[in-house]
């Protein structure tokens, strides 16, 4: 031993000083449990002095939860003479209680205990801490458990599955188990034509890179559905892959609605024949063949005699059948050597590939024509129909696509005069179309000159979360002196075929300009105003130039000011667009895309596109309420929402259309149901108009 041990007044310092100095609580009690000496911390912790301290037994200040859990642990130590750790609470003089852990140990002299001596620590906050990680531990399960989303971790190295939440149940039928039993379980459902794709993807994950894949899988109950897998590796502290977190979600109706989407952005929903945009190309596509192999096309435009009347008397039930069948018809006759599409209403166009002699086609109309005339059988009575063709001739009338169209409907207009139940060949001479053209073309020049005839309304968009107007679009009107009501659906594909649209849409903005400053000097509330800008005007190298210009001419601010373009710009040279409007939004001015819906646009490409807006076309609207349509109106407002776009609905007209646009989530909207297109000295009218008395 060490000499000092020997020397009683150095070892009693020390043990003094061990017991004063600790930076714990330290106390001494008597054998009866008295508290004897107490350190400066023990005081500061409970919060009494020294003398208060000397007066109380450690039952005194121990809780009552405790208190018999105490005593057995003193007993313990001062008769049986072990040492004791316990977990207590104590009540501080301040009335708070304190939690801590010590350890007593008993005094012994000469054999005998004379008392307990002892050391605590501060636990309080510690345990806080603990509970409340408990409690969030808990919260995080409860979550983990029960949102919709699939949330699984795998161990990277072992390629084991630790840990799945039961929405995995929900989503593919298997319960968490199957999953944890079958590690192998969760690649092995995969779709086999969509397992090569997402297998390659892995490649990407072991580089570090999160990865997202949507693809098929095939569920407990063997149905096939749409998932999607958002994965993430987890690194270590030396940045090797230790973990793989995975989110799975259920988006089987979000893909359906998708490819319907799609599908009908192509194709007639009745006849599921291919539409008119889907003609278009595929005529494109013929052409350019055609071109090479040096052979011949005739398009031919069909058009049933009776349709109107059929519709009108025996309801459009029995003239969607009539339709159908009609399409089966066409489509037999005219097998694989041509194309069927449906163009609306009753109208069909179908283009012969290949002719060898023009006999070819003209055998081919007279063979649609005499199949036409086979009754129709509906119930109990038969219908006999026929049909009237009108047929124009690659290369021979033209070259062009959408003259072949436009001289094949000519020649059916002849046709109908020339009797029904036969068809025509184009000839130059079928010209009455051209003739009406040339009228307005003449008249429109006329008009732009003279400014006399040409004319702005303006139709509200309305908000139904505040019931007021948001904004208004700008909308031609040309009355002419000797034409009448002529539609800007007739006049604007004219002005833009002859560049007429340059000067119109130009005259168009500097007008609505001028006439909403003048609306914004007398009202302090500022609509927007929205502007429809044509894809042949857009395209001009000027366009923004120019817009700016008026802009700044007319003083009008650009943040009220929107364009609105139609979808179709979107099959134009991505880049330039891209960057055409860009400079748009660094003018300040927002881009609406008008009729969505009708042409098809890639959704990842709509994502990039700076558009602000998506206004929904109304023929979407109108049937809202019919087959198939009310899923993609849901899926095109939420599509918007997420690639967070605003969105319009236009063309509502019925309270029943408002009420699911509504429900969907679309809050603005333009329609007869508000009001029509009015004139400029009508909008403060309008604008006092609360629509929440009327029609919200
Ligand atoms: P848009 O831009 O899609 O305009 C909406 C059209 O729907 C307008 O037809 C409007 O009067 C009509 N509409 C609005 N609410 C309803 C409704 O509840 N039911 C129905 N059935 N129709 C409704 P509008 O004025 O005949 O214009 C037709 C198209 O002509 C416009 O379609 C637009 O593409 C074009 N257009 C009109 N003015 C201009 C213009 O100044 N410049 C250019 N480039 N195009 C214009
Ligand atoms: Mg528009
Ligand atoms: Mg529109």
Same mark, same amino acid.
């Given at each position: 031993?060490?000499?000092?041990?020997?020397?009683?007044?150095?070892?009693?310092?020390?043990?003094?000083?061990?017991?004063?100095?600790?930076?714990?609580?330290?106390?001494?009690?008597?054998?009866?449990?008295?508290?004897?000496?107490?350190?400066?911390?023990?005081?500061?912790?409970?919060?009494?002095?020294?003398?208060?301290?000397?007066?109380?037994?450690?039952?005194?200040?121990?809780?009552?939860?405790?208190?018999?859990?105490?005593?057995?642990?003193?007993?313990?130590?001062?008769?049986?003479?072990? *040492?004791?750790? /316990?977990?207590?609470? #104590?009540?501080?003089?301040? +009335?708070? =209680?304190?939690? $801590?852990? %010590?350890?007593?140990?008993?005094?012994?002299?000469?054999?005998?205990?004379?008392?307990?001596?002892?050391?605590?620590?501060?636990?309080?906050?510690?345990?806080?801490?603990?509970?409340?990680?408990?409690?969030?531990?808990?919260?995080?399960?409860?979550?983990?458990?029960?949102?919709?989303?699939?949330?699984?971790?795998?161990?990277?190295?072992?390629?084991?599955?630790?840990?799945?939440?039961?929405?995995?149940?929900?989503?593919?039928?298997?319960?968490?188990?199957?999953?944890?039993?079958?590690?192998?379980?969760?690649?092995?459902?995969?779709?086999?034509?969509?397992?090569?794709?997402?297998?390659?993807?892995?490649?990407?994950?072991?580089?570090?890179?999160?990865?997202?894949?949507?693809?098929?899988?095939?569920?407990?109950?063997?149905?096939?559905?749409? *998932?999607?897998? /958002?994965?993430?590796? #987890?690194?270590?502290?030396? +940045?090797? =892959?230790?973990? $793989?977190? %995975?989110?799975?979600?259920?988006?089987?109706?979000?893909?359906?609605?998708?490819?319907?989407?799609?599908?009908?952005?192509?194709?007639?929903?009745?006849?599921?024949?291919?539409?008119?945009?889907?003609?278009?190309?595929?005529?494109?596509?013929?052409?350019?063949?055609?071109?090479?192999?040096?052979?011949?096309?005739?398009?031919?435009?069909?058009?049933?005699?009776?349709?109107?009347?059929?519709?009108?008397?025996?309801?459009?039930?029995?003239?969607?059948?009539?339709?159908?069948?009609?399409?089966?018809?066409?489509?037999?006759?005219?097998?694989?050597?041509?194309?069927?599409?449906?163009?609306?209403?009753?109208?069909?166009?179908?283009?012969?590939?290949?002719?060898?002699?023009?006999?070819?086609?003209?055998?081919?109309?007279?063979?649609?024509?005499?199949?036409?005339?086979?009754?129709?059988?509906?119930?109990?009575?038969?219908?006999?129909?026929?049909?009237?063709? %009108?047929?124009?001739?690659?290369?021979?009338?033209?070259?062009?696509?959408?003259?072949?169209?436009?001289?094949?409907?000519?020649?059916?207009?002849?046709?109908?005069?020339?009797?029904?139940?036969?068809?025509?060949?184009?000839?130059?001479?079928?010209?009455?179309?051209?003739?009406?053209?040339?009228?307005?073309?003449?008249?429109?020049?006329?008009?732009?000159?003279?400014?006399?005839?040409?004319?702005?309304?303006?139709?509200?968009?309305?908000?139904?979360?505040?019931?007021?107007?948001?904004?208004?679009?700008?909308?031609?009107?040309?009355?002419?002196?000797?034409?009448?009501?002529?539609?800007?659906?007739?006049?604007?594909?004219?002005?833009?075929?002859?560049?007429?649209?340059?000067?119109?849409?130009?005259?168009?903005?500097?007008?609505?300009?001028?006439?909403?400053?003048?609306?914004?000097?007398?009202?302090?509330?500022?609509?927007?105003?929205?502007?429809?800008?044509?894809?042949?005007?857009?395209?001009?190298?000027?366009?923004?130039?120019?817009?700016?210009?008026?802009?700044?001419?007319?003083?009008?601010?650009?943040?009220?000011?929107?364009?609105?373009?139609?979808?179709?710009?979107?099959?134009?040279?991505?880049?330039?667009?891209?960057?055409?409007?860009?400079?748009?939004?660094?003018?300040?001015?927002?881009?609406?895309?008008?009729?969505?819906?009708?042409?098809?646009?890639?959704?990842?490409?709509?994502?990039?596109?700076?558009?602000?807006?998506?206004?929904?076309?109304?023929?979407?609207?109108?049937?809202?309420?019919?087959?198939?349509?009310?899923?993609?109106?849901?899926?095109?407002?939420?599509?918007?929402?997420?690639?967070?776009?605003?969105?319009?609905?236009?063309?509502?007209?019925?309270?029943?259309?408002?009420?699911?646009?509504?429900?969907?989530?679309?809050?603005?909207?333009?329609?007869?149901?508000?009001?029509?297109?009015?004139?400029?000295?009508?909008?403060?009218?309008?604008?006092?108009?609360?629509?929440?008395?009327?029609?919200?």
């Amino acid at each position: 031993m060490h000499p000092i041990y020997d020397d009683s007044t150095t070892l009693f310092a020390i043990y003094k000083s061990l017991f004063e100095s600790n930076p714990d609580p330290c106390y001494a009690m008597d054998i009866n449990g008295k508290f004897i000496i107490i350190n400066d911390m023990a005081m500061e912790l409970a919060g009494y002095t020294d003398e208060e301290f000397s007066k109380f037994y450690f039952s005194d200040i121990v809780t009552e939860e405790y208190k018999e859990h105490m005593i057995e642990a003193f007993t313990d130590v001062s008769m049986n003479g072990n *040492i004791k750790s /316990f977990d207590v609470a #104590i009540k501080h003089k301040s +009335g708070n =209680i304190i939690e $801590l852990y %010590g350890t007593s140990v008993p005094v012994i002299v000469e054999n005998k205990i004379i008392g307990v001596v002892g050391i605590v620590k501060d636990m309080t906050e510690k345990n806080q801490m603990q509970r409340e990680l408990e409690n969030t531990k808990i919260e995080l399960e409860n979550v983990f458990n029960n949102i919709d989303v699939c949330v699984w971790s795998s161990d990277f190295e072992k390629q084991e599955l630790f840990q799945i939440s039961s929405a995995c149940k929900k989503i593919f039928g298997y319960s968490q188990e199957d999953f944890l039993q079958n590690s192998n379980l969760l690649m092995g459902i995969i779709y086999p034509e969509d397992r090569e794709r997402v297998d390659a993807m892995q490649q990407k994950l072991a580089e570090g890179q999160t990865l997202y894949l949507e693809y098929r899988i095939i569920d407990a109950q063997q149905n096939i559905k749409w *998932i999607s897998n /958002f994965t993430t590796p #987890i690194f270590n502290d030396t +940045g090797d =892959i230790v973990r $793989l977190n %995975g989110v799975v979600a259920d988006i089987q109706q979000r893909r359906m609605a998708e490819e319907q989407l799609e599908f009908m952005a192509f194709n007639d929903e009745l006849t599921k024949l291919p539409n008119r945009r889907r003609f278009e190309q595929l005529l494109n596509e013929s052409i350019l063949n055609a071109k090479e192999t040096g052979s011949k096309l005739a398009v031919l435009y069909f058009d049933l005699d009776q349709f109107k009347w059929i519709n009108d008397t025996l309801g459009h039930t029995i003239g969607d059948n009539v339709l159908r069948i009609i399409a089966k018809r066409l489509s037999s006759i005219i097998g694989n050597e041509g194309i069927v599409s449906r163009v609306g209403g009753d109208e069909f166009i179908i283009l012969l590939q290949n002719i060898k002699e023009l006999n070819h086609v003209k055998i081919f109309a007279q063979r649609i024509n005499d199949e036409i005339l086979q009754p129709i059988h509906l119930g109990v009575r038969s219908y006999e129909l026929t049909a009237s063709i %009108g047929i124009s001739m690659f290369p021979d009338d033209t070259g062009d696509a959408e003259k072949l169209i436009i001289f094949a409907d000519q020649a059916l207009n002849a046709a109908k005069k020339d009797g029904k139940n036969t068809y025509k060949m184009y000839h130059t001479d079928f010209s009455e179309d051209i003739v009406r053209k040339l009228d307005i073309l003449q008249a429109l020049r006329q008009a732009i000159k003279t400014n006399d005839a040409l004319n702005l309304h303006y139709q509200p968009i309305i908000d139904t979360c505040s019931a007021g107007i948001v904004g208004f679009e700008a909308l031609l009107r040309w009355n002419d002196p000797t034409l009448g009501y002529i539609s800007p659906a007739e006049f604007i594909p004219i002005a833009e075929e002859s560049g007429l649209i340059l000067p119109l849409g130009e005259w168009v903005i500097r007008t609505a300009c001028t006439k909403f400053n003048e609306l914004y000097k007398n009202s302090e509330f500022k609509p927007y105003l929205s502007v429809n800008v044509s894809t042949r005007q857009f395209e001009n190298e000027q366009c923004v130039e120019r817009l700016k210009q008026i802009l700044e001419e007319a003083n009008f601010n650009p943040k009220l000011f929107k364009i609105e373009l139609t979808e179709s710009i979107m099959m134009k040279d991505a880049e330039k667009i891209v960057k055409k409007l860009n400079r748009l939004r660094k003018l300040g001015v927002d881009v609406f895309l008008d009729d969505f819906g009708t042409g098809y646009s890639s959704l990842s490409y709509l994502g990039i596109l700076p558009i602000e807006t998506l206004k929904i076309d109304q023929s979407f609207v109108q049937n809202i309420n019919g087959a198939g349509q009310e899923a993609i109106v849901r899926t095109i407002i939420s599509m918007a929402a997420s690639l967070e776009k605003g969105i319009i609905a236009e063309g509502v007209e019925e309270e029943s259309q408002l009420e699911y646009l509504k429900r969907f989530g679309c809050h603005h909207i333009q329609g007869y149901l508000f009001s029509k297109p009015v004139s400029f000295e009508e909008i403060p009218a309008l604008l006092k108009k609360r629509f929440i008395n009327d029609k919200i």
